[in-house]
């Protein structure tokens, strides 16, 4: 039996996914719903908070640009999925 992880919005008393399955279709599932926290952009990431722990570390700024261009595309994932 293969787990699929997939995110998905709750909306209207119904999950929608962020993409298709690749399921045939009268396929029974069992669903585990997990909820996610929802990003404040006021509130600096977790991984901003560790600037001062890391401060010795040269390419910080990269590590941190690649962790928000990543979740601006899951972002948009969710949103076309819409």
């Not at 929608?16 to 399955?21: D, H, I, Q, T």
């Not at 600096?44 to 570390?57: C, D, E, N, Q, T």
Request: proline share 7%.
């Amino acid at each position: 039996m293969t787990t699929i992880t997939i995110q998905a919005i709750y909306r209207g008393g119904v999950l929608e996914l962020a993409g298709k399955l690749d399921l045939p279709e009268n396929t029974p599932v069992r669903v585990m719903v997990t909820p996610m926290p929802v990003a404040n952009p006021q509130q600096p990431s977790s991984f901003a908070s560790l600037r001062g722990i890391w401060s010795h570390v040269e390419f910080l700024d990269s590590i941190e640009d690649t962790l928000r261009k990543i979740r601006a595309q899951s972002s948009v994932l969710l949103t076309c999925a819409r």
